[in-house]
């Protein structure tokens, strides 16, 4: 197998509007209004039972799909199974959820291997740490397939289809080639990278002929849509036809951009409800007069974490009055420690630190706190309440939900300073953060001062717009928006109930 299957999928006969996106603070009511069925497709499929333990925009999804009624769809998590073999079907209200095996080998494969060592690394921008093999790529398009045939028996005619992020690209085209006509909508949760970088990469025709036969593909970003645009345009036969449509064998496909939000409220609500333990913490760091920057992420490449290390030590170097006066905090969490590069960066960091602490601790004051294991939101919460300031610095990320959480989680009275990476998502939209280049050292560590010795007027003047922002532009927004510019070409219109966000992936979207 050298191809992903990805027939021409049928002509739409009612063509869906532009697909943009509404204006900030444009809510949908559609509470009354029917919605058809939903099927969510992610690579892992769903605890949906859960209410906060995954984070809410799993949340916000599980409501959806509970509300509508229908199907949520992915692996099952185990590392031991048959690919293609029996699912397991849990109805839980209106839902069914299927939970499909794969085999140690396709886990490899698909997974560690197309999904994580080819194409993360090529959305992110990262062509060096490609690692590329035909049966990578085989067994990628051997799960695809798989799953679109496990699938198959539980859809009905007037579904809405919603397929998740980067493992699961041919989906759609594998359903087509099994006589699926229902609306089908695909959304990517990472990066989608430039017309020249993709067509570096093996397959990449392939790939971008797989979301032709979506009928809405979704991105972070109105860069990461214009890249996409631009590939159809250089590369395939596809004709635009209006400023987020393409005409391809008869078939429209709309593409437009669907930032994800937070649900601000609730995580505002958490980091006031600090735990015992960290209210201890917080309380320590005050009565010494000091300050602390925080950084959260999952320990990844993308994430510039070995950067930003090296800028909170040139942060000390040229101030030697903050010697005990600052701390920073960063919890990366292990994750994806299969891949070579995973433990690459986690021996940097490991050894970043020791450095900086060897170099600057005192026998009262650790200046970095390195913490790598998973950190409860619930804690995470009151933490980034906290610090004054929030340190987001990838290399490349689709959004980066941190960032809104860290300014959704403030005193608006006395809030922190968020210092974002110009190539977070998040930045098209949080303009009044201080942005910096995290390539540059030198650059974050300037920002970082700027940020710890910046008057309060100030910080609330710009706390206030991000926040505005960040209430407004919500993890409902984002929900009803997709499923709305989806169902558009149907006799119904989708609706929601509850949005939120989490700062790890969602199950299987990362």
């Known amino acids: 197998m050298n191809a992903i299957v990805s027939p021409p999928p049928p ?34 499929v769903a605890d949906l039972r859960a209410t906060t333990q995954t984070g809410g925009l799993a949340v916000a999804l ?60 090529l959305f992110h921008y990262r062509l060096d740490l490609v690692d590329y093999r035909q049966n990578y790529f085989d067994a990628y398009c051997r799960v695809n397939e798989t799953f679109a045939r496990q699938l198959l028996p539980f859809l009905e005619p007037e579904d809405l289809v919603w397929i998740h992020d980067y493992h699961l690209i041919p989906l759609a085209g594998a359903l087509r080639g099994l006589g699926c006509r229902q609306r089908i909508g695909f959304f990517l949760h990472i990066p989608f990278p430039p017309p020249d970088l993709l067509a570096a990469a093996p397959n990449h025709s392939e790939l971008v002929d797989a979301l032709l036969a979506y009928d809405l593909v979704g991105l972070q970003t109105s860069t990461d849509a214009n890249n996409l645009k631009q590939y159809l345009t250089k590369h395939t036969s596809a004709v635009q036809v209006a400023e987020n449509r393409f005409s391809v064998h008869g078939h429209t496909l709309t593409i437009d951009r669907f930032p994800i939000g937070i649900d601000a409220q609730g995580f505002a609500a958490m980091a ?15 009565v010494l007069g000091r ?44 994750t994806r420690e299969e891949v070579d590069a995973y433990a690459d960066i986690r021996m940097q960091l490991e050894s970043l630190t020791g450095a900086i602490n060897g170099r600057f601790a005192d026998f009262n004051w650790t200046p970095l706190r390195y913490i790598h294991r998973p950190v409860s939101r619930r804690k995470l919460a009151p933490l980034f309440r906290g610090s004054q300031v929030g340190f987001v610095t990838p290399l490349r ?56 010795t910046m008057p309060l007027a100030e910080r609330i003047e710009r706390h206030a717009a991000l926040l505005e922002h960040v209430l407004r532009n919500d993890a409902r927004t984002w929900l009803e928006t997709f499923l709305t510019t989806l169902g558009a070409g149907s006799t119904s219109h989708a609706s929601n109930e509850e949005g939120s966000d989490l700062p790890a992936p969602l199950p299987g979207f990362g």
């Open 11 to 44: 002509p739409v006969t009612d063509e869906p509007p532009s697909g943009a996106v509404p204006e900030a603070g444009d809510q949908h009511d559609l509470s009354h209004t029917p919605r058809e069925r939903l099927v969510i497709v992610s690579n892992r």
């Open 62 to 121: 599980a409501d959806a799909v509970k509300e509508s009624g229908g199907v949520w769809f992915g692996w099952n998590g185990e590392k031991d199974g048959e690919t293609g073999g029996t699912v397991e079907v849990e109805s839980i209200g209106k839902v069914k959820r299927v939970s499909a095996p794969l085999s140690a080998d396709d886990l490899t494969n698909y997974y560690f291997g197309y999904a994580n060592s080819v194409l993360w690394p």
């Open 272 to 286: 006031r409800d600090a735990e015992s333990d960290v209210q201890i913490d917080l309380m320590r760091l005050k």
């Open 291 to 334: 300050q602390q920057i925080i950084g959260v992420d999952r320990l990844d490449y993308s994430k510039g974490l070995p950067e930003r290390l090296k800028a909170y030590g040139r942060l000390l170097a040229l101030h030697p009055e903050l010697e005990k006066a600052v701390t920073f905090l960063q919890v990366a969490p292990p």
């Open 397 to 452: 990320d689709g959004m980066n939900l941190v960032a809104k959480e860290y300014v959704a989680a403030q005193d608006p009275d006395d809030p922190g300073v968020l210092v974002l990476s110009q190539f977070a998502g998040a930045a098209e939209e949080m303009q009044q953060a201080l942005i910096v280049n995290p390539f540059d050292i030198e650059d974050m560590a300037q920002q970082l001062y700027v940020a710890l």
